[in-house]
């Protein structure tokens, strides 16, 4: 059934995620619209709505000449977006046609980019040098077992002053039955170890199946994720909760500017998204 609790180990399930992600690549190609990147001013809606956040809390309040580096980035819409207000990028993902994907967009729209195909959570010993910003946004942490071995790649990965940012979807969020008729719980909010097993066909963003269904995910509360970051030595400068998603998490939630929603009478019930910015100070720790 989706989303029972399976003990599940890790190598087998990141194997089981990998296959899933590789055969999304072309159906996100056509979801994500990456034609419209032919316009050299667009940028993905993810990271127009990122920008204005991160960018206050970067030296001199842009991206321009910052290295960043992109965690877990898949086709690089977002990626090429960063590029594009200025960030010298680098895109780290595990999924080998996906990050080819990646590089022939770049290619077409002229884009400047360094691309790593290494898991998530062995990211500090694949990727060369350090960076100014660590990024990662929508639909990432919740693939991941280990949030200590993140926080501290992302640690490893920052110099000394750097920021970290995520925006992701709410854990809150993730613990409702995405096809009640209503606000229902049905989904663990703390995590025990375990992952939740999944097998969908499909995938998030447009039409289409995946041949490799399976896919497993960990449920992380916010005080495994603010803690994670805090122990790897991070200091937290910023934290919000946001009221609208990129994605129809549920058929019932309504296009509104920016994204979908719940309906307006159930807004303010729950979180769609947390944001969180850390930064590495010179004196903590790796």
Not at 35 to 58: G, K, Y
Not at 64 to 86: E, K
Not at 156 to 170: C, K, M, Q, S
């Amino acid at each position: 059934m989706n989303g029972d609790s399976v003990d599940v180990a890790w190598d087998e399930a990141r194997s089981a995620n990998r296959q899933n992600w590789d055969d999304r690549v072309p159906l996100h190609q056509t979801a994500y619209g990456v034609d419209a990147f032919d316009d050299p001013s667009h940028l993905s809606d993810v990271v127009r709505a990122d920008l204005p956040v991160l960018e206050r809390f970067v030296h001199g309040g842009s991206l321009l000449g910052l290295d960043l580096c992109h965690l877990q980035c898949h086709i690089g819409t977002d990626t090429i977006s960063l590029a594009r207000a200025g960030a010298r990028v680098t895109g780290v993902d595990f999924s080998a046609p996906a990050l080819a994907a990646a590089s022939a967009l770049a290619h077409r729209t002229g884009a400047t980019a360094s691309w790593v195909q290494t898991d998530v959570l062995d990211a500090r010993e694949a990727v060369e040098g350090d960076f100014d910003v660590v990024y990662t946004s929508i639909g990432t942490i919740c693939w991941l077992e280990d949030l200590d071995r993140w926080a501290q790649q992302i640690a490893g990965l920052l110099r000394a002053g750097g920021t970290f940012f995520i925006r992701d979807g709410h854990p809150a969020l993730y613990t409702l039955d995405e096809d009640a008729p209503g606000l229902s719980i049905r989904y663990r909010y703390f995590g025990d170890g375990r992952a939740q097993q999944w097998d969908d066909s499909s995938t998030y963003a447009g039409d289409g199946t995946v041949s490799h269904s399976r896919t497993y995910e960990w449920p992380h509360p916010l005080a495994e994720i603010l803690g994670a970051l805090l122990r790897a030595g991070l200091r937290l400068v910023h934290f919000d909760e946001g009221r609208t998603l990129p994605w129809r998490f549920s058929s019932r939630m309504v296009e509104v500017p920016g994204g979908f929603a719940w309906p307006e009478a159930e807004r303010d019930l729950m979180p769609c998204t947390y944001t969180i910015v850390a930064r590495k100070d010179a004196e903590q720790p790796t």
